[in-house]
């Protein structure tokens, strides 16, 4: 009980700061005002009735969808891709992998314009490449398909690094003897790794997903920067539904109302994935 006396005033401090922008944001959504600066009146959960009769909601939860489904998958195969490089290959350059920190540092602005020139017509490296061989490049970010990948790479980019680290960890902290008995039986290379090490670090895969599935279901700043919804709606995902809903349509409880519900979605992710890596936990 000692520790628990100890601890508490600082976790109670913790829980009230972290509970307070919620249950603001909450109360916000169900409140509603005709005009900005007027009186709020409370009408229960009518922002979410029409939120769920909005069909620009559920083209933004789609295209949602579509961008966390396409950041985790391809973050999560090259950050085992990487994590298995840098554990077999360089574990005596250990600042290579404090290079790996590098890219989540840098700010969603600068990595917009980053990819932005990366991706231009006429001046970006993959289309320069594609010349050499005598193929016209695409205009990236002015074709719908084209502009999600991009957005999603360079989600993928910045959350990257955080997620190979937790891999990274799991690699590391394997027990030899388990590697070394399944070399003495034969496996070696892709099926050591699948039968072997990808199983004993479930709870870091499960943490990276859960770490990509999150930031790329939040993030805001890249597709704001990079391609601020476009072309026409195309990388319009729920973020930025809510982005224009606060700030071009001035409806702040609506807003509020979409962050509630990111929040719930979050939330549901994360206990599915809680619960998923219970399933395949390796004793």
């Given at each position: ?10 976790l ?46 559920w083209?933004?939860?789609g ?10 998958v ?39 314009v ?5 991706f ?12 050499i ?11 719908p ?11 993928v ?22 590697l ?14 699948r039968?072997?090490s ?12 859960l ?18 919804g ?10 930025m ?7 071009k ?13 990111l ?15 219970r399933?395949y936990?390796?004793?």
């Open positions: 009980m000692i520790p628990y006396a100890f601890s508490g005033p600082a109670v401090t913790i829980a009230v700061i972290l509970a307070f922008p919620v249950l603001y944001a909450v109360y916000e959504s169900l409140q509603r005002t005709d005009f900005l600066g007027r009186d709020k009146q409370f009408v229960g959960v009518n922002n979410y009735t029409r939120l769920f009769a909005d069909p620009d909601f083209s933004a939860l295209r949602s969808g579509i961008f966390v489904v396409g950041c985790v391809l973050g999560q195969i090259l950050s085992i891709g990487f994590a298995f490089v840098l554990n077999s290959f360089v574990t005596k350059l250990r600042f290579v992998r404090g290079l790996m920190i590098l890219p989540y540092i840098v700010s969603s602005v600068a990595l917009a980053m990819f932005r020139v990366t231009n017509k006429e001046l970006g490296l993959p289309n320069r490449l594609l010349d061989v005598g193929i016209d490049g695409p205009a990236w970010l002015a074709q398909l084209l502009a999600m990948f991009v957005v999603i790479v360079a989600q980019w910045s959350d990257m690094p955080l997620s190979v680290l937790l891999i990274l960890g799991g690699l590391q902290t394997l027990d030899q003897n388990h070394d008995a399944a070399l003495v039986d034969g496996a070696t290379g892709w099926t050591r790794a039968f072997v990808l199983p004993l670090i479930a709870p870091q895969l499960v943490l990276s997903t770490w990509l599935s999150y930031t790329s279901f939040t993030t805001l700043g890249v597709i704001l920067a990079l391609t601020g476009g072309p026409g709606t195309a990388t319009q995902t729920l973020t539904e809510m982005y224009s809903t606060a700030f349509a001035l409806n702040f409880q609506g807003a509020m109302t979409i962050a509630v519900v929040l719930a979605f979050n939330a549901v992710l994360s206990l599915l994935y809680l619960r998923l890596a399933r936990e390796v004793d």
